[in-house]
């Protein structure tokens, strides 16, 4: 199994996870969090990414195997690696707009 098939698993599930959440927070009248934040949250975890990762595969603390990753790379890391940061950013509100609104019932 490659990285990018295993990415796709976890992005497929966070966002089926936020269609849900916002769906039961239109139905529910809750507000949902709005997306500026989102997105700077998103930028902050990827720079992030970008940067620790390069420098734990630029020390030699793990390597990639050629066979399982695209190739495309943000300097010594692979694309696939920022897959996680981003499924967080769009999971965790979601679970939290789901628990809000459940409790607000």
Known sequence: MTYLLLTRAFLAVAVAVAVIAHLRARLTGTRPIGWRPLVLAAVALLVLTAVFD??????????YADEHISGL????A???????PLAGVILLPALWTLFRSRRAR
Not at 54 to 63: D, E, P, R, Y
Not at 78 to 84: Q, T
């Open 54 to 63: 390069n420098v734990m595969i630029a020390s030699g603390l793990f390597t």
């Open 73 to 76: 790379r943000v300097g010594l």
């Open 78 to 84: 692979p694309i696939e690696d920022f897959a996680y």
